[in-house]
């Protein structure tokens, strides 16, 4: 039943070492989305993908890519991870990147990553 | 200047108060407008949309001013179960947050 889901939800690991995060949504949205939330609590944008392309790849370090095999799933791997990538996680999604209708984002439950 | 401008409070009220938070934005085009809340440790979730002419969910009236360029979220009848980060997002091409205000509804 979950709209948008995302695994894993906790992801402990050490400094140096590749990870990845998936993200699924049975919603039928067209666009998806990765956020950063840091201890400051900031939503930050990371990546958007419209219809499976790239659409938003704001200043992220290029250890970050992400993967959108087709428009029901994002994933985000990371090479390398540092003591700064811990953060918090978001996937979501919307319908209709440009168009003009009121469709908010609905979002994940988050992956908690902490760096050793 | 950010594109969402939030004061991040907090705002600590009693029980049964009515609280009001503003949010300003910088993109005159932009098309769509939301407040969200988010829990400690929990995803943002949409509270409400927010309509040209205003409109209201229960205790949660949110209003829209596009010549100020602000929307605001009014609670009334505070409850202990309010409590949380309340986020303001406007969408212009992409969704932009602001900061979010914290609230505390104090027994």
């Known amino acids: 039943d979950t709209a948008v889901s995302q695994t894993p939800k906790y992801l402990v690991t050490q400094m140096g070492n590749d990870k990845s995060i998936k993200c699924e949504q049975n919603?039928?949205?067209?666009?998806m989305y990765w956020y950063k939330q840091d201890s400051k609590k900031f939503l930050k944008i990371m990546f958007s993908y419209n219809n499976k392309e790239l659409i938003i790849n704001e200043t992220v370090p290029n250890r970050f890519s992400p993967k959108s095999p087709d428009k029901a799933h994002l994933n985000l791997h990371i090479n390398s991870l540092e003591l700064g990538d811990s953060a918090v996680y978001f996937c979501?999604?919307?319908?209709?990147?440009?168009?003009?209708?009121?469709?908010?984002?609905?979002f994940g439950d988050g992956t908690r990553l902490s760096i050793l | 200047r950010k594109e969402v401008e939030q004061d991040p409070g907090p705002f600590n009220v009693p029980e049964g108060a009515t609280v009001a938070f503003n949010c300003t934005y910088s993109?005159?085009?932009?098309?769509?407008f939301f407040w969200y809340r988010q829990d400690c440790r929990k995803e943002p979730k949409l509270l409400m949309s927010v309509y040209s002419s205003g409109n209201e969910d229960g205790r949660f009236t949110a209003q829209l001013n596009r010549a100020s360029q602000y929307i605001s979220l009014l609670i009334r009848d505070s409850k202990l179960s309010d409590s949380a980060t309340y986020l303001c997002?406007?969408?212009?091409?992409?969704?932009?947050f602001g900061t979010g205000t914290s609230l505390t509804v104090i027994p």
């Open positions: 997002v406007v969408k212009s091409g992409q969704f932009y």
């Open positions: 993109n005159s085009a932009s098309q769509s």
């Open positions: 979501a999604s919307s319908q209709g990147y440009r168009d003009f209708r009121n469709q908010p984002q609905h």
């Open positions: 919603l039928g949205h067209d666009t």
